[in-house]
């Protein structure tokens, strides 16, 4: 014999309205409060919060063989109970959560930090093998004291007067 249980969500909130028709009084669906609901974080798909409220319905039809108790009963989907059940992310766990969304915007600013602080390092090192390279030439070049003498520096590392303009 198959199950006669059923589930809809309560009062037979958009469900065919057969379903509500069956009862004189008492099935009065109202949208807010018997809707239910799935709220999901869109980027990671993690449930923040559930609202979840069903109904527990049997189905009622003729058996064969007690035909004495089911004479006159027409076919109905009886509601027995329905329930309100709501989960919601604790709030200690929200800020992981909000840590995991901003992951990717996170690393993309490490990675274009690490480009443009790479960049920089590069322009320095040329920049210092640049004056490296012109302090040595300025070393290898005559060099001029205060007084206007000139001076060069020659293999056996003296010092030797070039020219001398001295003014009085």
Sequence with gaps: MDSPAFVSRPHFHLADPFCKQQFQYGIQAREGVHDSSFWVEPQSSIP????????????????????????????VMFPVFWFDSEATLPENMAGSLNLLVMLPTIMQGC????????????????????????????????IKNQLGCSYSKVASDDYVVKSQNIQK
């Design 111 to 142: 990675g274009i930090c690490s480009v443009v602080t790479s960049f920089i390092i590069f322009i320095l090192i040329i920049f210092c093998q640049l004056r490296s390279s012109k302090r040595r030439k300025q070393k290898l070049n005559p």
């Design 48 to 75: 923040v919060k559930v609202e979840m409220r069903l109904q527990l319905n049997i189905l009622l039809r003729k058996v064969e063989g007690i035909d004495y108790l089911f004479k006159n009963l027409p076919e």
